[in-house]
């Protein structure tokens, strides 16, 4: 059994322990022959491969991004709702002498594995994504790693908010959810997260701020990226497409925060967290989800369990059909916002 491995869409905390789980699981136990293609689908159209094996993958599980590379560049023409020709694409995968392919990645990555699944094309998926958008699983491995990082940067930014009277609106990613915004705000106590599952009017927002200057605090606000104001239909966007073509998102802090200074009269500063929650070294949970990601991914191809994905239930490691993955956001649901909103100001 010859395995093509391949990242695609943006990085994420976990993607090196997963590879090593699915080599040490497929290559050492199963006896599978593994090839990694660099940049994604980039190197699986230019030839660029490097071999997997057990020295190829020590002591990486520690490590943040991917040794492989990642990259946003599709596998095939054709738009969505369009005919999908894969003859050339098949004709490249026999040139590797690929029986399948392993997909790390998120919701787009997904969703091009399930379209090559319709096509007959054997793919086994693994769910990656900081932003934990992802249905059929409960959690995402990079996931724990950016709460992490976004509640470590709550508590510093506490301190010069607290020192200088001032409400400090921190971004955090989350391009469609706000898992990231609820959980890291939950864990450093913020005033309130603001998620682009449930929009909020800026009079709203500036009462939570005035009500905790009021009792003598200095408010902190997480936001998500995605976030839109009440009345808001589109996210605050910066110039350019994303290699998926999406809108490059972010900027609400920095919109949020002179709407928050005008309309409480307290001085109000946005920081952007940006690229430093997804990067570095993964947490122990994201390491352990990551590592047995790979290591159930390895087990599905060898049962010939293709067209699946490995979601994460509880504490147990199941294969789901990838039709069931893609197509479906995972958002923050009703009860959850209104859970963590009873403390927001
Ligand atoms: O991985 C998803 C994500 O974290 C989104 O929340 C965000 O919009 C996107 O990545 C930004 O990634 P890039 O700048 O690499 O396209």
Known sequence: MRIGVLCSGGDSPGMNAAIRGAVLRGVDVHGFEMIGFVDGWSGFHNGDTVPLDRSAVQGISPLGGVFLGTSRVAPFSGRPGEKIDLSEFKAKMASYGLDGFMLIGGNGTQTVASILASHDINVVGLPKTIDNDLAATDY????????????????????????????????????????????AGMAGGAQ???????????????????????????????????????????????????????????????????????????????????????????????????????????????????????????????????????????TVPGDRYAEARLSFG
């Open 192 to 330: 309130a997260m603001l998620v682009p599952e449930f929009p909020e009017s800026i009079e709203q927002i500036s009462e939570w701020v005035t009500s905790v200057r009021d009792r003598g605090r200095s408010a902190l606000i997480v936001v998500a990226e995605g976030f839109k104001l009440s009345g808001e239909s589109e996210a605050t966007t910066r110039e350019g497409l994303d290699g998926f073509g999406r809108p490059r998102l972010g900027g609400i802090a920095e919109v949020l925060a002179p709407m928050i200074e005008e309309h409480t009269g307290i001085e109000t500063r946005a920081t952007v967290l940006g690229y430093v929650q997804r990067g570095g070294s993964p947490t122990a949970f994201d390491r352990v989800l990551a590592t047995r990601t790979g290591t159930a991914a390895a087990d599905a191809v060898l049962r010939g369990e293709w067209g699946t994905m490995a979601g994460l239930h509880g504490d147990r490691i199941d294969m789901v059909p990838l039709a069931d993955a893609v197509g479906i956001l995972k």
């Open 140 to 183: 995402t491995f990079g996931f724990d790693t950016a709460v992490s990082v976004a509640a470590e940067a709550i508590d510093r930014l506490r301190t010069t908010g607290d020192s200088h009277r001032r409400c400090m609106v921190l971004e955090v990613m989350g391009r469609d959810v706000g898992w990231i915004a609820l959980h």
